[in-house]
């Protein structure tokens, strides 16, 4: 179905290749999962499937890509909407409507579908994504994982021959990201659908491969085959493989089913032994920072409600965080999670309630005054990048915070060592991105960090770092509050989890007592070793490590 036959892309400007001699067939009715390193060429490799690369991107594309027989030199990306649909990392880049049903049935009317093939198949996949009672809501009111659910279902309901799907869970809460991907599967299955997806949260998706691709960039070749011969080696790999890694399973568990299976012998070993107190830092360098707290708590929120048009994203919360405190918000796509960071940032002004940082009410401040006090990494870092090169972005953060000039290329450099000054920030890698955000953020010194879905787009040592980072705030002082779908990220650095639904707290404790019994919230570790409270696969290598 889909053939790269010696294909070499180099972008215009690029000093060398992204990909280089490519070889891979993909077979009708397969999933396939591209696994590698942020920046690795993913991303390009997808792109290369509907001709985007190099029709739309630029550069020069050697070699042949066909998809069902068509030749994407000859077929630029209209005349292969009808075979391949495409699911971008940032969904609101694809939308072109203003409600959930109208994007769900546009791309059919760009086909001339009849109209009641088009009733027939927006009905299935509001079902089929659990989207029916968000059917006529605005799609600017959708959360991000919400949205993201819309983009994919907007390529479903054409029913393409091929689903090209890039980061398709990073913004879905674990219950909807396994709705998603037990829909991709039944199409797969029943209908022959071919699959091609990019994910770095491994630990969702792998199991339901038939095949993984690793890219490993810098223009070394491809590696294709199962996903235990390719994870066996993998730099990037899921916390379930890595547990099997130290324990020396043979051969690898590739799922929590498979691993529990094995774990009898591990929870044995592990027995009287307990996991080290407090998240772990990962060996990231520290950031230089001084943080002084002037109040028992930076951040506050008492009885407050916020309205967003007809809903009421925030009921009744009460929240209070404290100096050198790593806070995970998490719950399903809807919850109020960003609601309660845009509040905490004075971009929305409560219905109900009081909040104050610093001791004011962030809707009453300066702008300036309230960089000082709290800073708001979103969920699309580049929703803040506006200047021409990575020098600019810098000089503007330090003239922005009054901070002394270089101030900010210091925390980046700490952050992503060696990016080049005149590089666009257009053109980094999503974990570059958030690292040149990060030192935007922390150049005016903050002593209240808030992050949106901060893994999106990261691959695990990406993940690692940033986990580093969090913790070297924190030692420093400075309050972590991050909202986040990310297990695993939770686990490692929040000491403390704030579960929402429906716009109010339901569960508020120390991160192992909220997440350890959760079916939805538990990580990969946790689900293996449970009831044991064991949660991350660096506290369990640790352990074993005193035993004889």
């Known amino acids: 179905m889909i053939d790269f036959e010696q294909v070499t892309i180099t972008y215009a400007d690029a000093r060398t290749p992204t990909l280089v001699d490519v070889d891979l067939h993909v077979a009708e009715g397969e999933l396939c999962l591209v696994v590698g390193r942020t920046g690795s060429g993913k991303s390009t490799l997808l792109r290369a499937v509907n001709g985007l690369v190099p029709h739309f991107t630029g550069g020069t594309l050697a070699g042949r890509v066909t998809v069902d027989g068509r030749d994407t030199r000859t077929h630029p990306p209209r005349e292969l909407a009808d075979v391949v649909g495409v699911v971008g990392q940032d969904p609101r880049s694809g939308f072109v409507t203003d409600s959930v049903e109208q994007e769900l049935a546009y791309g059919m009317e760009s086909l001339g579908l009849p109209g009641d093939v088009m009733r027939r198949r927006v009905e299935e996949t509001l079902d089929l994504l659990g989207l029916h009672e968000l059917r ?248 803040l990048l506006y200047a021409a090169s990575v020098a600019a972005e810098c000089a503007a953060a330090d003239a922005d915070a009054g901070a002394e000039p270089g101030t900010c290329r210091t925390l980046l450099e700490r952050l992503v060592p060696g990016l080049d000054d005149d590089r666009p920030p257009r053109d980094l890698s999503e974990g570059q991105r958030l690292g040149l955000v990060l030192a935007i953020v922390l150049t005016a010194n903050p002593p209240l960090l808030l992050l949106d879905e901060p893994t999106r787009g990261l691959d695990y040592r990406a993940k690692e770092r940033l986990a580093g980072i969090v913790a070297s705030l924190a030692a420093e002082g400075t309050a972590v509050v991050l909202a986040t779908h990310d297990v695993e990220l939770a686990a490692e650095v929040a000491g403390r989890t704030v579960v929402l639904a429906d716009g109010e707290v339901v569960a508020d404790g120390p991160t192992q007592g909220v997440v350890v019994g959760s079916p939805a919230f538990a990580p990969q570790v946790a689900k293996v070793l449970a009831p044991s409270p064991w949660l991350t696969v660096g506290a369990v290598a640790e352990a074993l490590e005193v035993l004889p």
Request: glycine share 8%.
């Open 136 to 383: 006529a809501r605005p799609l600017e009111q959708l959360s991000g994982g919400q949205r993201q659910r819309v983009a994919i279902g907007s390529v479903l309901t054409t029913h393409p021959s091929v689903l090209v799907l890039d980061e398709p869970t990073s913004a879905l809460d674990p219950p909807a990201a396994e709705e998603v991907l037990a829909a991709l599967q039944r199409l797969v299955h029943d209908l022959g659908v071919t699959v091609l997806l990019a994910e770095h949260r491994l630990e969702r998706v792998v199991q339901y491969a038939d095949r993984v691709v690793s890219v490993p960039g810098d223009g070394r070749a491809l590696h294709a085959g199962s996903p235990e011969q390719i994870l066996r080696h993998s730099p990037v790999a899921p916390p379930v493989v890595e547990l099997g890694r130290i324990a020396r399973w043979d051969p690898l568990p590739l799922s929590v089913r498979d691993a529990r299976r094995r774990a009898p012998e591990l929870r044995e070993r592990l027995a009287g032994l307990h996991p080290s107190t407090g998240p772990s830092a990962n060996g990231a360098a520290p950031v230089d920072r001084v943080v002084t707290a002037t109040h028992t708590e930076v951040a506050a929120l008492e009885s407050v409600s916020v309205q967003l048009g007809s809903l009421l994203a925030l009921r009744d919360v009460d929240l209070a965080v404290r100096p050198g405190e790593v806070v995970a918000l998490m719950g399903r796509n809807g919850a109020g999670k960003s609601t309660l960071l845009h509040t905490l940032v004075g971009l929305r002004t409560p219905r109900a309630g009081t909040v104050h940082v610093g001791g004011q009410a962030p809707s009453t401040m300066a702008p300036g005054a309230l960089l000082r006090h709290v800073g708001l990494v979103p969920q699309e870092p580049a929703d």
